[in-house]
């Protein structure tokens, strides 16, 4: 069988083994696998799947949508979902046990609302802005979100929550002004009568900042073996972009190549030609400035990436149509990793990964499904 043109292989085992890893970091909270944005670009049914047989008992998405399609695929586990446009209709999600967050009066107003139609108690934690400024109540508003939840019958407070800024950037004062923050917010809601779980961490924190680990830590990137931090962590990259030789041709020395012509050959070399691009996720802007891992060593992308393919400068090296190309990797042989793709393209590794859910590149697991 052909193998395909381009696809990402998801290695479960390595998801597994670093849920189980943070799980353990955070040993005296649960924790919560993020699987919003289908799974980062992993596949979010899969990955839930997995990341509750390695420890964790909450998933988190973003919207609602993603919330349900995990319900729809037998994920029973806990879920909460923390952003969605106004007017959502909340009433299935209450209705299938989903947890829903709130960061205003207006929010919770139309959670109780879902809850009086699907005839039963909602499930929310409210969203406290602690500094990020984004998502979450501002705390001149807080106390009237505490008192309101806290007078909605049909509405349970689960727990208290909010995001942090700057947590990869270890030390920053930030960071504990926004705990600070946090621990005003919490005793608000005390004082309102409620007795809610607290929320805070995300991979950063879960890494670097044990005492903010509270009942529930929300690591994302890490599940999927990217560290955030730039300090040692026992995770494995657990996607591996691969693609295939389609041709190879000798060329002689002055041969420019690709679209613009922005690369020349300087001596007879072998080209091959690797059968994905920018629509499937090779950002363009590393034209000329990637390589790629084949037959056990790297080689330069040379030219600009087009559309649906790269041409790969591979010297003298020996290589043949049909081989295997890995773009990115877990870099444990050498290969290239998201994060290298990252630092040369001036982004983050989470946008390489979650840029590989694409309907043009198929999927792939390996490890115990
Ligand atoms: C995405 C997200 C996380 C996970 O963040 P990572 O940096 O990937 O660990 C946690 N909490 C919230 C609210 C998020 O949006």
Request: include cysteine; charge should be negative.
């Amino acid at each position: 069988m052909a193998a395909p043109r381009a696809e990402v292989v998801i290695d479960l085992d390595h998801l597994r083994h670093n849920v189980a890893h943070l799980d353990a970091l955070a040993a005296d909270a649960e924790t919560m696998a993020v699987v919003k944005a289908d799974g980062y670009g992993h596949g979010a049914v899969e990955v839930a799947r997995a990341a509750l047989e390695a420890g964790a008992t909450w998933l988190g998405s973003c919207s609602l949508a993603e919330a349900l399609h995990l319900r729809e695929h037998g994920l029973t586990a806990p879920v909460l979902a923390w952003l969605d446009p106004p007017g959502t209709d909340y009433a299935p999600g209450v209705a299938r046990g989903v947890d829903l967050s709130a960061s205003s009066v207006r929010q919770l107003a139309e959670i109780s609302a879902a809850a009086t139609r699907a005839g039963r108690t909602a499930r929310v934690h409210l969203k406290v802005d602690t500094g990020l400024s984004r998502n979450g109540c501002p705390p001149a508003d807080w106390p009237e979100l505490v008192e309101r939840a806290a007078r909605t019958p049909n509405v349970e407070v689960h727990a208290v929550w909010s995001h942090l800024a700057v947590a990869d950037e270890i030390g920053h004062p930030a960071t504990d002004a926004q705990a600070e923050r946090f621990d005003d917010a919490y005793r608000e809601a005390r004082a309102a009568g409620l007795d809610p779980r607290r929320h805070l961490a995300n991979s950063a924190a879960v890494l670097t900042r044990p005492d903010l680990h509270f009942d529930l830590v929300r690591p994302g990137i890490a599940v999927y073996g990217l560290n955030p931090v730039p300090v040692p962590a026992d995770l494995r990259p657990v996607m591996t972009f691969r693609s295939v030789v389609a041709l190879t041709k000798r060329v002689p020395a002055g041969e420019a190549v690709s679209y613009g012509l922005t690369w020349t050959s300087k001596s007879d070399t072998t080209l091959a030609l690797v059968t994905a691009g920018y629509a499937d996720g090779v950002p363009r802007a590393l034209s000329n400035r990637v390589h790629v891992w084949l037959n056990g060593r790297r080689h330069p992308v040379v030219g600009r990436v087009c559309m649906d393919q790269v041409v790969v400068d591979c010297g003298d090296h020996p290589v043949a149509e049909g081989d295997e190309v890995v773009l990115f990797g877990t870099g444990a042989h050498g290969e290239p990793t998201a994060r290298e793709w990252a630092d040369t393209a001036g982004t983050i590794d989470y946008e390489i990964v979650t840029g590989m859910y694409r309907p043009r590149v198929v999927r792939t697991y390996r490890g115990r499904r």
